[in-house]
Nanobody
Framework: QVQLVESGGGLVQPGGSLRLACAASGFTSDYEATGWFRQAPGKEREGVSCIDIGTGTTYYADAVKGRFVISRDNTQRTVYLQMNSLKPEDTANYYC??????????????????????WGEGTLVTVSS
């Protein structure tokens, strides 16, 4: 398996920006996709974004499209989530996860991205004035 560590969470005002990072170690060559998910208090986990590591193809949930950008640095084995124009409803614990297949997207589902078998511990993002 691969080990994932998230960083970059914190408190930000509405309209502000944050960049999350997901650093991978271990058997990273076995993995083809990295996704970001979030879970707000009292709510189910939802998919946010996913990137195919080899091709760089990206996918986004409708709620974040146009505001969030996912990218990868293969030399650093790190995937980033640039979050702009943040809203209070973006407040959640953000988790990254890795899959051994390219992003598997199930439109209409809350989780959105499937096939993840390694997960990080999460980083908290709070959007509040």
């Amino acid at each position: 398996q691969v080990q994932l560590v998230e960083s970059g969470g914190g408190l930000v005002q509405p309209g502000g920006s944050l960049r999350l990072a997901c650093a991978a170690s271990g058997f990273t060559s076995d993995y083809e996709a990295t996704g970001w998910f979030r879970q707000a208090p009292g709510k189910e986990r939802e998919g946010v974004s996913c990137i195919d590591i080899g091709t760089g193809t990206t996918y986004y949930a409708d709620a974040v499209k146009g505001r969030f950008v996912i990218s990868r640095d293969n030399t650093q084995r790190t995937v980033y989530l640039q979050m702009n124009s943040l809203k209070p409803e973006d407040t959640a614990n953000y988790y990254c996860a890795a899959a051994r297949t390219p992003c598997t997207v199930v439109y209409g589902s809350r989780s959105l991205f499937y096939g993840m078998d390694s997960w990080g511990e999460g980083t908290l993002v709070t959007v509040s004035s």
